[in-house]
C-alpha cells in the first residue's frame, strides 16, 4: 500500500531563514508527488508536484522541492521564510491504482518575525 | 474562474440525523474528489467521480456514507444516522481528467459538528 510520513508535526523558524519541510514516501512503482498547503480558515492549495524529469521542482510563491529515489523522499524547500509562509503543509502521493492522493499527516509551519 | 465551492460552509447536527453536503466543481473538470479531514486523522479520501465511469468508492468509511454526481457536475455526500465520530471538515476537489499528473483543487471544505 501506497503511503506519505511527514516526520515532523511542527517546524518552527525564523523569518529571513531557510524552510524545509520532510516527506518520505513508499509507493509501488513510479511516484506522483505533491505538496499542498492549507492556511488557516482556508482551503488546500496546490503547491507543486513532481511527475518526472529534473529532480528540483519550483512551485508558488517561492517554494522548491527535492526529489530523491534513493531516499525515497520529497522535501519542501524555500530558502527565505516569509511570516505568511506559516500555515499547515501536505505532501502526497498519487496512488497507481487511481487517481485519490494519499496525504501525510501534515505539517504546522511557524515563521516568527 | 470561479473555484470549487461547497455548501454549507458549517452544519451542526444531531445525532442521528442524515446531513447531505454539497459540492459544485470548476467548470470543465472531471474528476470529482471528497476527503475528510478529521483531527488527530489527517485527511482522507472518500470517494472519487470520473466522468461516466463507476465511482470509486473504497474510502467510505460505512454504508451510512454514499454520495452521487449529477450530470457530471455537482455532487452531494450524504451521510446517514451521524455519529461523533463523523465530525470532521469534509472536503470537494476537482482536477481536470482524472488524469493521475493533474493537480487537484479543493473547496473550502464544510465543517461538520455531530453533537
Known amino acids: 500500500a501506497q503511503s506519505v510520513a511527514q516526520p515532523e508535526d511542527q517546524v518552527n523558524v525564523a523569518e529571513g531563514n531557510p524552510l524545509t519541510v520532510k516527506c518520505t514516501y513508499s509507493?509501488?512503482?513510479?511516484?506522483?508527488l505533491f505538496w499542498y498547503v492549507q492556511y488557516p480558515n482556508r482551503g488546500l492549495q496546490f503547491l507543486l508536484k513532481y511527475i518526472t524529469g529534473d529532480n528540483l521542482v519550483k512551485g508558488s510563491y517561492g517554494f522548491e522541492a527535492e526529489f530523491n529515489k534513493s531516499q525515497t523522499s520529497f522535501h519542501l524547500k524555500k530558502p527565505s521564510a516569509l511570516v505568511s509562509d506559516s500555515a499547515l503543509y501536505f505532501c502526497a502521493v498519487n496512488e497507481a491504482a487511481g487517481n485519490k492522493l494519499t496525504f501525510g499527516g501534515g505539517t504546522r509551519v511557524l515563521v516568527k518575525p | 474562474g470561479a473555484g470549487v465551492s461547497q455548501s454549507p460552509s458549517n452544519k451542526v447536527t444531531e445525532k442521528g440525523k442524515d446531513v447531505e453536503l454539497r459540492c459544485d466543481p470548476i467548470?470543465?473538470?472531471?474528476?470529482l474528489y471528497w476527503y475528510r479531514q478529521s483531527l488527530g486523522q489527517g485527511l482522507e479520501f472518500l470517494i472519487y467521480?470520473?466522468?461516466?465511469?463507476?465511482?470509486?468508492k473504497s474510502g467510505l468509511p460505512s454504508d451510512r456514507f454514499s454520495a452521487e454526481r449529477t450530470g457530471g457536475s455537482v455532487s452531494t455526500l450524504t451521510i446517514q444516522r451521524t455519529q461523533q465520530e463523523d465530525s470532521a471538515v469534509y472536503l470537494c476537489a476537482s482536477s481536470f481528467k482524472g488524469d493521475r499528473v493533474g493537480e487537484q483543487y479543493f473547496g473550502p471544505g464544510t465543517r461538520l459538528t455531530v453533537t
Open positions: 509507493v509501488s512503482g513510479n511516484p506522483y
Open positions: 467548470s470543465g473538470h472531471t474528476a
Open positions: 467521480f470520473q466522468g461516466n465511469s463507476a465511482p470509486d
